[in-house]
C-alpha cells in the first residue's frame, strides 16, 4: 500500500519569513495530493491541494509544488503570521480511490 | 457553514468496558469516515461508507470494532471492549462524494484506563 513519509516533524520561523514542508509517496498510482491544517482541539482542514496533471498551485500565501518523477511534494507558506501556527499533515490517494494515506505531521510554530 | 458534528467530545473509560461515538455529517454528504490519529501522527482510515454501504473497512479491528450508517445519515463507531491501545482521537470526515473533499469534525478523544 501506499507510504507518506513527512519532514520536518517540527518547523519554528521567525514571523514573516517562510516555511517548506516536504512529503515523498510510494505508490506512483497516487495522483491526488491534499494539504491539511489541524489546530489544537480541532479536526483537520484542507487548506490546498494538487492533481498530478499540474506541477504547481498558489493560493494566496500557500503554495504546493509535485514532482511526480522523483515522487515528492512540498508545502510552502510564504510570510508567515501567528496564525499560521498549527500541525500540519500531507496526505495522497488515488483518485477514484479515496483511500486518503496522511504523513505523520509537521508542528508549525511562527515566533512573533 | 455547515459542519461535522461528533459526540462525545472526550470519552474516559476503563479497559474491557464499551464505547461507542456518534457523527452527524454535512447535510447531503453521501461518503462518511471513521479514522483514528494516535497522537503524534496522521490518521488512519478505519471504514468509509457510501450512503449506508461499507465500501472499505479493511483496517477496522473487526474483533472488537464495528460501525454502522443504517439510514445512510449519522454513523456510530462502537468499541467492545476497549483496550489500552486503543487511546486516541477518532475523527469523522463526510464528503458530497467519494471524489470531493473531505470535511473533519472535532473528533472524541478517547482514553482508555
Known amino acids: 500500500g501506499e507510504n507518506v513519509e513527512q519532514h520536518p516533524s517540527t518547523l519554528s520561523v521567525q514571523e514573516g519569513d517562510s516555511a517548506v514542508i516536504k512529503c515523498t509517496y510510494s505508490?506512483?498510482?497516487?495522483?491526488?495530493f491534499p494539504w491539511y491544517k489541524q489546530e489544537l482541539g480541532k479536526g483537520p482542514q484542507l487548506i490546498i491541494d494538487i492533481r498530478s496533471n499540474v506541477g504547481e498551485k498558489k493560493d494566496q500565501r500557500i503554495a504546493v509544488t509535485l514532482n511526480k518523477t522523483a515522487k515528492h511534494f512540498s508545502l510552502h507558506i510564504t510570510e508567515t503570521q501567528p496564525e499560521d501556527s498549527a500541525v500540519y499533515f500531507c496526505?495522497?490517494?488515488?483518485?477514484?480511490?479515496?483511500?486518503?494515506?496522511f504523513g505523520t505531521g509537521t508542528r508549525l510554530t511562527i515566533i512573533p | 457553514e455547515a459542519e461535522v458534528a461528533q459526540s462525545p467530545r472526550y470519552k474516559i473509560t476503563e479497559k474491557s468496558q464499551a464505547v461507542a461515538f456518534w457523527c452527524d455529517p454535512i447535510?447531503?454528504?453521501?461518503?462518511l469516515y471513521w479514522y483514528r490519529q494516535i497522537l503524534g501522527q496522521g490518521p488512519e482510515l478505519l471504514v468509509q461508507f457510501q450512503d449506508e454501504s461499507v465500501v472499505d473497512d479493511s483496517q477496522l479491528p473487526k474483533d472488537r470494532f464495528s460501525a454502522e450508517r443504517l439510514k445512510g445519515v449519522d454513523s456510530t463507531l462502537k468499541i467492545q471492549p476497549a483496550e489500552l491501545g486503543d487511546s486516541a482521537m477518532y475523527l469523522c470526515?463526510?464528503?458530497?462524494?467519494?471524489?470531493?473533499?473531505?470535511?473533519f469534525g472535532p473528533g472524541t478523544r478517547l482514553t482508555v484506563l
Open positions: 470526515a463526510s464528503s458530497r462524494d467519494p471524489h470531493n473533499e473531505q470535511f
Open positions: 505508490d506512483s498510482a497516487s495522483n491526488y
Open positions: 496526505a495522497a490517494s488515488v483518485l477514484g480511490n479515496e483511500k486518503l494515506t
Open positions: 447535510s447531503g454528504h453521501a461518503t
